[in-house]
């Protein structure tokens, strides 16, 4: 079980034609993700991540190679089976949180559901409460976005992302937004889902944000050049640690 | 996703710019008000006509004779004589869709009272002339067939003929007037019917029996023509068949052979009438319909709008799973339930503003079930049509660039 591959990559191509140019995004991607892994994917940008996410996404499919998502061959299948695979396999976390403004809390988390005919409205409101329970945001359910901090948002973006009990959450610089402190209490909420079970793929540039994962895949010109488990530290503990140090500064 | 779903999320999104949705639906609010008020009105003013023709009698049938032909000469239908006394005994008893009927004989003579006169048209009548005609004798009485029958000499006249010779303030009933050479007693002044259509003055007559006119005034025993009154506006047909072959049978026309009569009814002039207020209705909805179209395009303008101003919700919405189906119906139904919204308030404020106008005109008020009908069809239709390409091009965003866009 603990080895079960959710996603398997094999010999990733993806060009783009810029003008008579072909730009090489990915080339030759080879990995996969198992069941309750923390990855984190790195690069600067220009490395190919963010194309590697989209297809990890399936909001694009590759020019070559196979990828296969808990059991199903992305590569040949047209826009609507991949909006399915979407709405049912994925959970999303963006760098914007992409909420929908002046929609409450509860309502952006059911958004996924809405688009899931098997769940009834009854369901989909109880899941989207546990959802907003998972992130702590009880208190907050029925607020605007604009009336929730920026971790408060990005909170019920990762409820809208774990709603639809997705079997990988795929982060594209979840924290960026976010000051070093907010950084910090994502991350530890993502490390608590992880602690669940829950399979997340992280991407990000920073550095000392991947090293809250167990594993680190490096990208470079649309190659890997670094694919490690790594020790993963405690994001609680940064937190604590940093707002020691934040204190005796200040005194 | 579900059509509840789908009304929710719409409401929702009108909701939220409730400004922009209602000065959207304000396009079409105008477009369907013009256009219930003006079918209304114009079929108002139809049957504002067919009740102004129906007071003149709209079940009468006119019977003339028709053009003699004597070797290839036309002489007009004044010369012919084919309809007498036969004719009216028979139309009179063996009818069944006819209820009246009245000879008419004309003459004309110079009306003397005192010092005044006046030119008189004389009609030679039956009793029951006033009936089919819908006169009412608003002084003294109609004369009787007794009357008719003694060739007496009495007469009703018309209001601007008792305007004409009783200048000084008399009681026309019981006065003698001089018709050329024959004394007449006025015997019953006829109600004011005005004007008719064409603008001849109504007024201006003096029924007579028709034996008093055929044998004093003009010394013939036939009919000019013939008036008689369907049982109903609807059976005057049926009553022209009916006519037609007593007649046909009096005058041994054999078969195959033309009529040597005429047969009118006020069908015909009615259906002119109609089509002239009919036409004038069409147009007046065809202009209403060029603001409907005018709020279409507004609608489609503004959808343009929100499509380009929620492609990042657009691209959020297929990330999580919505397939390009969904977004469509999204901004479709949100379009068509601005236009449904705008369509049924522009149908309450055409009735409104209909019935308000056609109380001050005086007119009758009709509200056209059809055109409601039809509202609100093309409320639907324009929804569809003109949030369909906005539409469209929102469900054919790619998600990539769609959550890029800035």
Partial sequence: ?251 | MNIINLVKIAITALLRNKGRSFLTMLGIIIGITSVIVMVSLGQSSTQGVQSQLSSMGSNMIMIMPARQMRGGVNMGNSNAKSLDLKDLKSLENNTKYVTHVSPSVSSSAQLVFGNNNHPGALQGVAPSYADIRKYEIADGIMFTDEQVKKYAKVCVIGKTVAENLFTNGEKPVGQTIRCGQVPMKVIGVLESKGENGMGQDQDDIVLAPYTTIQKRFLGISHFNMMFASATSEEESELAATEITYILRSNHNIKQGADDDFEIRTQEELLSTMSSVTQLLTILLAAIASISLLVGGIGVMNIMYVTVTERTKEIGLRMAIGAKGKDVMWQFLSESIILSLIGGSIGIILGIFISYALCTILNWPFVVSKAAIGVSFAVCAATGMFFGWYPARKAANLDPITALRYE
């Avoid at chain 1, 089976?81 to 952006?108: P, W």
């Avoid at chain 1, 940064?238 to 707002?243: D, G």
């Fill in chain 1, 1 to 251: 079980m603990e080895n079960e591959e959710i996603i398997c990559i094999r010999d990733l191509h993806r060009n783009f034609q810029v003008g008579s140019e072909i730009v090489h995004a990915l080339n030759g991607v080879t990995f996969s993700i198992c069941k309750g892994e923390f990855v984190s994917i790195m690069g600067t940008s220009g490395s190919g991540k963010s194309t590697l996410l989209n297809i990890l996404g399936c909001l694009d499919t590759p020019t070559s190679g196979e990828y296969i998502l808990n059991g199903n061959s992305v590569g040949n299948l047209n826009k609507n089976q991949l909006s399915t695979l979407r709405n049912r396999l994925i959970g999303f976390v963006f760098q914007n949180y992409n909420l929908l403004a002046r929609t409450s809390a509860l309502d952006n988390v059911e958004l996924p559901l809405l688009y899931n005919r098997e769940v009834s409205a009854k369901e989909r409101k109880e899941r989207a409460e546990a959802a907003l329970e998972a992130v702590n945001l009880t208190d907050r359910m029925h607020h605007m976005p604009n009336q929730l901090s920026g971790g408060q948002q990005q909170r019920v973006a990762i409820a809208r992302a774990i709603v639809n009990d997705p079997v990988i959450i795929l982060a594209d610089e979840a924290t960026g937004n976010l000051d070093t402190r907010t950084s910090y209490e994502i991350m530890t909420l993502f490390q608590e889902l992880h602690s669940k079970g829950k399979t997340i793929a992280f991407v990000t540039h920073e550095p000392d944000i991947a090293t809250f994962t167990t594993r680190t895949i490096k990208l470079r010109d649309g190659d890997i050049v670094k694919d490690e488990p790594i020790a993963k530290q405690s994001a609680a503990q940064a937190l604590a640690e940093y707002e020691k140090n934040l204190k005796s500064s200040v005194i």
